[in-house]
């Protein structure tokens, strides 16, 4: 039997699964990020409102996302040395994504998807 998964959909989902560790300094960001109690306007209840680091708002907790505020993926695309496999050097990898608290920040879903498409533009701006 052929194997069913490519090397891109193996990549995918390794990614996906270190993205998604119980990081502690991920849920200490989120805790840092923590303002105070408030009243969600759409159901009444109580949320917890968190300060999103580059706007200054105050959202609920489905608002906010922690993010690296340097990009895991080097902005020019470089890796250094070039002992890879699925096309990432895994040692300088994951150390970038499993960082201390000092290079997390809470912000916006909004202001991360402006984020990530700017640094996304920058790294595809280096592949020219």
């Not at 998964?5 to 993205?19: D, G, Y």
């Not at 502690?24 to 805790?31: G, N, R």
């Not at 970038?96 to 608290?101: A, D, E, I, M, V």
Request: net charge positive.
């Amino acid at each position: 039997m052929k194997w069913p998964w490519t090397e891109a959909r193996i990549k995918s989902f390794v990614i996906s699964a270190l993205r998604r560790a119980r990081w502690p300094a991920k849920y200490q960001a989120m805790a840092n990020a923590y303002v105070r109690d408030g009243i969600n306007p759409k159901t009444n209840r109580k949320v917890k409102l968190y300060r999103c680091a580059i706007s200054g708002a105050l959202l609920m907790q489905k608002e906010v996302q922690v993010d690296h505020t340097d990009p895991v993926v080097p902005l020019d695309g470089k890796w250094g040395r070039k002992t890879k496999w699925l096309g990432i050097n895994w040692n300088e990898f994951l150390p970038r994504l499993f960082c201390g608290l000092g290079q997390l920040q809470v912000i916006s879903k909004e202001e991360h998807k402006k984020k990530t498409q700017l640094e996304r533009m920058a790294r595809n701006g280096h592949k020219k």
